[in-house]
């Protein structure tokens, strides 16, 4: 197969490290990029030997083009995918998928008018750790869920500018919480209750605490934050007849079910754990084979998972300022 043609929408500290590790694959090629700062878009044109463009509908309609990755800060998300859609290309988009859940349906709504592929870049959910995850829950291993612990904790508000700027819809929801969210939301569905509370301060959210209900009873509880390390990363869920637990689950390559002090396994995935490259492999067959949207990541979740991060959002009263 030939090598999948990308343009790339951003050249942040991302997607410098997303480029590095699809183009060593030798399965994908960056052939266009496109950001506001035209030198920094020249210097990851020379590092990855793709085109700079100064105009991002030139880099979207560049030759040899099959999909556009748009890894933009957040505000900026609805008005690259919307003019990639509009141009008839495919799009591959970092989360959260936009800012506000009325954009990423109206996202959803013109990709189903154009008839054109579009996915969220929710990278726990194209490897197999967290799939693993949800087939044993599926199963039934650990006999009806009753509780589940999600923690993200990590210092990283001066991770990128991005993180704190208010302006660019900056803090801990957008950035980290999407993340337990998207897991619980996975496992279970939509909640049918949500409680949250969050510390709110320079305009973005520096931690939140979210307990939710579900269906069937269960009781989810989580905190993600971008100013201290409490809880780490971790996640236990626990049912009738059995656990299970995984460190760094939004992108670890380990899990464990526990059903007894005697009897438990361990699924071990493959590679350093950090891996970007199933989630563009994946996409760029799903678009060759000429799909809408993704087997492994369904349209109908990244719109669910935006609502929910609606209601926290106005449950913590976050409220953004103007974007840029």
Request: aromatic share 10%.
């Amino acid at each position: 197969m030939s090598k999948f043609k990308w343009c790339f929408i951003g050249t942040g500290k991302l997607a410098n490290h997303i480029a590095e590790e699809i183009l060593a694959s030798g399965r994908h090629e960056i052939v266009s990029c496109y950001t506001r700062n035209p030198d920094n878009g020249r210097a990851f044109a020379d590092k990855f030997g793709c085109t700079a463009y100064e105009d991002a509908g030139d880099a979207i309609n560049a030759e040899g083009v099959e999909g556009v990755y748009v890894v933009t800060p957040h505000n900026a998300h609805k008005r690259f995918v919307k003019l990639a859609l509009e141009m008839g290309k495919p799009v591959l988009c970092e989360k959260p998928f936009t800012v506000e859940a009325k954009d990423t349906d109206e996202l959803i709504a013109l990709s189903k008018e154009k008839n054109v592929y579009l996915c969220e870049a929710m990278w726990t959910w194209f490897a197999k750790p967290a799939n693993t995850v949800k087939e044993w829950i599926d199963e039934g291993r650990i006999g009806a869920v009753r509780s589940a612990r999600f923690t993200y904790c990590i210092n990283s508000i001066n991770y990128a500018p991005r993180v704190a700027d208010p302006r660019r819809a900056g803090g801990a929801l957008l950035d980290i919480t999407v993340y337990p969210i998207t897991y619980a939301y996975r496992l279970f569905g939509n909640p049918v209750k949500i409680e949250s509370r969050g510390l709110i301060k320079d305009g973005i959210d520096l931690w939140d605490e979210i307990e939710m209900e579900f269906s069937k009873g269960e009781k989810v509880r989580m905190r993600a934050s971008i100013v201290d390390y409490k809880g780490m990363e971790r996640m236990v869920i626990k049912g009738e007849k059995g656990r299970i637990s995984a460190p760094f689950y939004h992108f670890g390559q380990r899990a464990k079910l526990k059903k007894s002090l005697f009897f438990g396994e361990t699924f071990k995935g493959t590679g350093s754990g950090i891996g970007y490259l199933p989630e563009f492999d994946t996409v760029s067959s799903e678009i060759r084979e000429g799909l809408k949207e993704s087997r492994m990541v369904p349209l109908k979740a990244t719109s669910d998972v935006m609502h929910i991060i609606d209601t926290v959002r106005e449950q913590i009263g976050l409220e953004y300022p103007d974007l840029e």
